[in-house]
């Protein structure tokens, strides 16, 4: 009697840890969730292609690199 009240304690148990660690990991997944749309709303803007007046040293640092390369 006391080897199958163990036996049943322990499959109960154990059912709960299982069932506990998915709702954890389901839990975490959510807040991942909520945190990633909360930083892509603060998130700011950044044109793709950045303008000449944002960067206007690029143009010539990218003459004197194809000009050096000719073989």
């Known amino acids: 009697m006391v080897l199958l009240g163990s036996v049943g ?3 109960l148990y154990v059912s709960i840890l ?3 660690t998915v709702g954890v990991i389901l839990m975490a997944a959510m807040f991942m969730f909520v945190i990633g749309v909360q930083v892509e709303k603060q ?5 793709e ?3 000449e007046e944002t960067m206007p040293n690029m143009q010539e640092a990218r003459g004197a690199l194809h ?3 000719r073989v």
């Open 43 to 47: 998130r700011r803007r950044v044109p």
């Open 9 to 11: 304690a322990f499959l």
């Open 49 to 51: 292609i950045p303008s």
């Open 18 to 20: 299982s069932i506990l």
């Open 67 to 69: 000009t050096g390369l």
